[in-house]
């Protein structure tokens, strides 16, 4: 089982930053691939970006350029670093952990997670 606890949600401008963190915690030796996902009411689920093996990340075309993502190896804490946000970044956010033992090519595929937080709102003011 691995526990996962979002922070860092809140109310910006358009235009502005908001950093997300994510905290791991439980069998985190259980898998390498760790991603932020993003959801708004009435819309599917999206991917937005992911880290595996060997610090590789991956991004969706949607916040590429605008979201750094990067992970603290020892603490288990992945933060997402969310810069010029617009409304159409208004979400609920999730973390999400894929156990899969063995290598991990960051994947934006959420079926593939096994475990997710209960997520962080982001809200983007025009």
Not at 68 to 89: F, G, I, P, R, Y
Request: a negative charge.
């Amino acid at each position: 089982q691995v526990h996962l606890v979002e922070s860092g949600g809140g109310s910006v401008q358009a235009g502005g930053s908001l950093r997300l963190s994510c905290a791991a915690s439980g069998d985190t030796d259980s898998g390498y691939c760790m991603g932020w996902f993003r959801q708004v009411a009435g819309k599917e689920r999206e991917g937005i970006a992911s880290t595996g093996n060997y610090g590789r990340i991956r991004y969706s075309d949607s916040v590429k350029g605008r979201f750094t993502l990067s992970k603290d190896s020892v603490t288990d804490t992945l933060n997402l670093q969310m810069n010029n946000l617009t409304a159409e970044d208004n979400a609920m956010y999730y973390c999400a952990w894929d156990g899969t033992r063995g290598y991990c090519e960051p994947h934006l595929d959420g079926s593939r997670y096994d475990y997710w937080g209960q997520g962080t709102r982001v809200t983007v003011a025009s």
